[in-house]
């Protein structure tokens, strides 16, 4: 038998009564592969399976509408808001436990950033602010991102009971969890960020009160699932459309957002950066992960950015982080935790897969259903 290159990636672990078989997870990873009325498909089906299959003991999935108004972000964006979305979710977790991994539904609101929502022709955000960059070709975007209207408080409502209505309709099709999706400069943290968030009001200000929205997002998600199934946050400061944003608050805004965390219901954070093990700030040494442990002390922590070697991945359970999750790493190994327990070499990432268009491949399912045969146990 062979030693695994990072054993302690393969301790079990239980988030809020739902085992895990080891530490690694999927990172959340959109792939437009829904039909038009964001309906999962069997694509997607194999697609996820075949990461279980390759021995990951959590999935987080692709970002996931969460209302009929403005959360939709993408054509070909799967969807939480109706009986047959989540009839075809059904299918998918059926998969996953199959395989003996665990899925969780990551929920989104596109807010400023949406490209495509077949249910408005226009964009809502904090402030009439327009976003910084070019909307993503991956996903059929061109050109800038539209001008968004400023959400009334009608529309922060109506935001807020989506998530907590996904919730629910996620927790009935059998998901193991869900991840509000706070991260990566969409609706929330369009709320967090003080260039997007120009408000007056009790939606805005300081970092404390900017941070109003998501905190009232966890509050509603938690009394629609109840107190015993997981919910997490995904919380970062680059952005999709900024990517190297940096909180301006620095590690004082780091603790105020992890410990306003710490104190809300949620069961996990999930904390991305580009490279995950770099410095969070340029006068702190810490990482984020690092910076958000010290907040957060009993808190479930998912390290995600740059973790595909194993030995990066195995520093930042030692930097506090409980699990790491992998989003390029898993596409280019859906079979990562079976290649790293036999001490085999981790594949690199070809952006060729997301080329022309992000959606899942043919030629990229049969090569995953090729190589991801063996379930560890
Ligand atoms: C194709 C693709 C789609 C992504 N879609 C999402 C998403 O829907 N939600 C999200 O939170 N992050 C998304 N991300 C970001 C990843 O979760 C992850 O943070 C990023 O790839 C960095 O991790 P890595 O270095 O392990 O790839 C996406 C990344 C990629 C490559």
Redesign the pocket.
């Known amino acids: 038998m062979t030693t695994p290159a990072a054993p302690s990636l393969f301790d079990t672990l239980a988030l809020n009564g739902v085992p895990l078989r080891n530490r690694l997870a999927v990172?959340?990873?959109?792939r437009i592969s829904a039909t038009a009325a964001g309906v999962p498909t069997e694509a997607m089906t194999r697609y996820y399976a075949g990461f279980a299959r390759g021995g990951f003991g959590l999935i987080v999935t692709?970002?996931i509408y969460t209302d009929r108004a403005y959360t939709q972000g993408y054509a070909g964006q799967p969807g939480l808001t109706d009986a047959q979305q989540v009839a075809a979710w059904r299918q998918v977790v059926a998969a996953v436990h199959q395989q003996g991994g665990r899925i969780v539904a990551?929920l989104?609101h596109a807010g400023a950033l949406s490209q495509a929502n077949r249910f408005r022709d226009h964009t809502v955000g904090p402030s009439a602010v327009q976003p910084k960059g070019l909307q993503m070709t991956v996903y059929a975007g061109k050109g800038p991102y539209r001008m968004p209207r400023a959400m009334e408080e009608a529309d922060i409502l109506q935001a807020i009971e989506g998530f907590a209505q996904a919730a629910r309709l996620a927790r009935d099709a059998g998901f193991d969890g869900v991840e509000i999706?706070g991260?990566?400069g969409y609706l929330l943290d369009q709320f967090l960020t003080s260039y997007t968030n120009q408000r007056q009001d009790a939606w805005g200000g300081s970092i404390a009160q900017r941070m109003r929205l998501p905190l009232e997002t966890v509050r509603a998600v938690r009394v629609a699932v109840g107190a015993g199934f997981p919910v997490g946050v995904?919380i970062s400061q680059g952005k999709v459309n900024d990517f190297v944003h940096k909180w301006p608050e620095g590690a004082e805004g780091a603790a105020a957002v992890f410990s306003a965390l710490a104190a809300s219901s949620v069961d996990y954070l999930h904390v991305?950066e580009h490279e995950a093990w770099q410095p969070a700030f340029a006068d702190d040494g810490a990482t984020l992960v690092q910076l958000a442990r010290r907040a957060a002390p009993g808190l479930t922590i998912m390290a995600?950015?740059?973790?595909?070697e194993p030995s990066r991945a195995a520093s930042l359970l030692d930097d506090g982080a409980t699990l790491v999750a992998?989003?390029?790493?898993a596409l280019a190994n859906p079979d990562w935790p079976v290649l790293v327990r036999e001490g085999q070499p981790v594949r690199p990432f070809d952006a060729a897969v997301?080329a022309p268009l992000?959606n899942i491949k043919d030629a990229e399912q049969a090569l995953r259903e090729a190589r991801a045969t063996v379930t560890p146990g």
């Open positions: 990172a959340p990873m959109t692709e970002g990551q989104m999706h991260a990566n995904r991305t995600n950015g740059s973790l595909h992998l989003g390029r790493g997301l992000g």
